[in-house]
């Protein structure tokens, strides 16, 4: 996810100078990007699992979380690379992988997948993003909120789907409550797309993203 203050271009932790180009050409900031990609797809996904769409929705999940949520956020992470932005990179080449992975989980048969192994694949994603929340404290108020909400959303939907052991209950609270969380994650990534994306039509920025000290 996007790094650095929204209308600059500096590197993770520190100013960097800008990547080497050649003939006059500047790259552009891939961060709204990997963003949005990973905002649409964590919106429509945590709609089923608040129960605000059936879980016949999940149609709709699998390409975004094989085309948006992964290829695209992946791509957005090696671009990212080439901008000389470390976080950004790992975060989304990560988060791009996470719903590649997601989308092969889906496609399995139902009998193959656990919700065992779902939990056990949510709470390794949860450990990452609690890496990712604390590295994202030194880039801006925004970008952390983003990441917290995060954290608590992945560790609520392990939880969630361990309880799902030996039951048939498909409308799990706790699973319903991580579905509100990632619709509240969903909003804050748009919002730090849209933030970056303005502060490059406009040449300024104009949504406050609150940078924190460095």
């Given at each position: 996810m996007e790094a650095r203050q929204v209308g600059a271009r500096e590197a993770d932790v520190a100013p960097a100078p800008e990547p080497a180009v050649?003939?006059?050409w500047t790259p552009a900031n891939p961060g709204p990007l990997g963003l949005a990609a990973f905002a649409l797809t964590t919106f429509v996904l945590s709609m089923i699992n608040a129960h605000l769409v059936g879980p016949r929705g999940a149609a709709a999940v699998l390409p975004l979380a094989a085309i948006y949520g992964g290829?695209?956020?992946?791509?957005a992470g090696m671009w990212e690379f080439r901008t000389g932005n470390t976080f950004g990179a790992v975060a989304f080449s990560s988060y791009g992988a996470f719903w590649i992975g997601l989308y092969v989980i889906l496609k399995l048969p139902a009998l193959a997948v656990t919700p065992q192994a779902v939990s056990l694949y949510l709470w390794g994603w949860?450990?990452?993003?609690?890496?990712?929340?604390?590295?994202?404290l030194r880039t801006t108020g925004a970008l952390a909120a983003v990441f917290l909400i995060l954290t608590i959303t992945f560790f609520i939907l392990a939880i969630g789907n361990a309880s799902l052991v030996g039951t048939t209950n498909v409308t799990n609270g706790t699973i319903k409550l991580g579905g509100w969380l990632g619709?509240?994650?969903?909003a804050g990534a748009w919002y730090v797309a849209f933030a970056g994306v303005v502060a490059s039509t406009f040449g300024r920025d104009i949504l406050p993203v609150f940078p924190l000290n460095r």
């Open positions: 050649s003939g006059g290829i695209v956020q992946l791509l949860s450990i990452f993003t609690v890496l990712m929340l604390v590295a994202s619709i509240v994650t969903a």
